[in-house]
């Protein structure tokens, strides 16, 4: 299977840790897309990239957050400093190049915060 | 961000029942997307409109792109257990995908 994957499936740690989680899109997809997701919620945007160039950004993201994707292929999301308002689920997504194309999403990575 | 207004929020039906939801929006979109969630899992594209009036379907699933723009429905017909999940709309805005808060799917056998 050729799929969007993430890596790890799920991370429990202490407030105030860091947590690097990774995401491989589909190989021939250039764009990739990051959201949180929180119970009862649909998936709420949190960054974009085209190839390795990060072109959008959602107020969400704040200065604890930072998104790479050093070779436009995978991508990883950090989280500094946790606080318990991160945990969340964290969707990876990604889609081929072209307008509105649909988004291909992976398994998520469940962080909780304890 | 775009609000996008999913009914109902939730659905209890009897196996073998016709199902019905919506997804409307006070803005217009060129593209309308319909996802389903499983629990602990990433929502999987069920269908994709990209014209105003369109109809498609996906075997039991029929997606409709509203004549305004400002809305979509998913018809699930003859619904089955493992049709349980929550649907997600979704319409791409610039770089942007936004998703409305799901309609949550119960079939009882």
């Not at chain 1, 740690?13 to 250039?30: A, L, M, W, Y």
């Not at chain 1, 994707?69 to 990876?92: H, N, V, W």
Request: proline share 6%.
């Amino acid at each position: 299977d050729t799929g969007v994957s993430q890596d790890p499936r799920h991370k429990i740690t202490k407030r105030g840790q860091n947590v690097t989680f990774r995401c491989d899109p589909i190989s021939e997809h250039n764009r990739l897309y990051w959201y949180r997701q929180t119970l009862g919620q649909g998936p709420e945007f949190l960054t974009y990239f085209q190839n390795e160039a990060q072109l959008e950004k959602s107020r969400l993201l704040s200065d604890r957050f930072s998104a790479e994707r050093p070779k436009g292929s995978f991508s990883t999301l950090e989280i500094q400093r946790t606080e318990q308002g991160d945990s969340a689920m964290y969707l990876c997504a990604s889609s081929p190049p072209g307008a509105n194309q649909p988004q291909h999403f992976g398994d998520g990575t469940r962080l909780s915060i304890l | 961000g775009q609000q996008l207004n999913q009914s109902p929020q939730s659905m209890f039906i009897q196996e073998g029942e016709d199902v019905s939801m919506n997804c409307t929006s006070s803005s217009i979109f060129n593209t309308w997307l319909w996802y389903k969630q499983d629990p602990g899992e990433g929502p999987v594209l069920l269908i994709a409109l990209y014209k105003a009036g369109e109809l498609t379907s996906n075997g039991r699933l029929t997606a409709q792109f509203g004549i305004t723009r400002k809305d979509s429905f998913l018809n699930i017909s003859a619904s089955i257990p493992s049709d349980v999940g929550i649907y997600f709309c979704a319409v791409p805005t610039g770089n942007q995908f936004y998703f409305g808060t799901g309609t949550s799917l119960t079939v009882i056998p």
